[in-house]
């Protein structure tokens, strides 16, 4: 069966530093793209993060750029979030999905459940 399971989360201080990581199982993950995403209380889920099949050109929210990086090894089937000078609006919880294919036309998108982010002194 699929799973894509989240771990990482936790309470941190503003300024400091958390990894996300991503397990993928039951599918093929090597040809989906991966994309972390975040909901914040009150707020729609937003894009955080996405990485290609091969880790190329990732893309990041305007509000992350040069505090997240996104990884992935697909020895592994895992993906994750580095996430450094953590700000209070970080504060989420932290879904990894996989898509396939990995364009604007997929048909296949997986879920995890979520981990807990929250960035508080």
């Known amino acids: 069966q699929v799973q894509l399971v989240e771990s990482g989360g936790g309470l941190v201080q503003p300024g400091g530093s958390a990894l996300l990581s991503c397990a993928a199982s039951?599918?093929?993950?090597?040809?989906?793209?991966m994309t972390w995403y975040r909901q914040a209380p009150g707020k729609e889920r937003e894009l955080v993060a996405r990485?290609?099949?091969?880790?190329?050109?990732?893309n990041y929210a305007e509000s992350v750029k040069g505090r997240f990086t996104i990884s992935r090894d697909n020895a592994k089937d895992t993906v994750a979030l580095q996430m450094n000078n953590l700000k209070p609006e970080d504060t989420a919880v932290y879904y990894c999905?996989?898509?396939?294919?990995?364009?604007?036309?997929?048909?296949?998108?997986?879920w995890g459940q979520g981990t807990q982010v929250t960035v508080s002194s």
């Open positions: 999905n996989a898509a396939w294919p990995p364009s604007d036309k997929e048909v296949v998108s997986y």
């Open positions: 039951g599918f093929a993950f090597s040809v989906y793209a």
């Open positions: 990485i290609s099949t091969t880790g190329t050109t990732p």
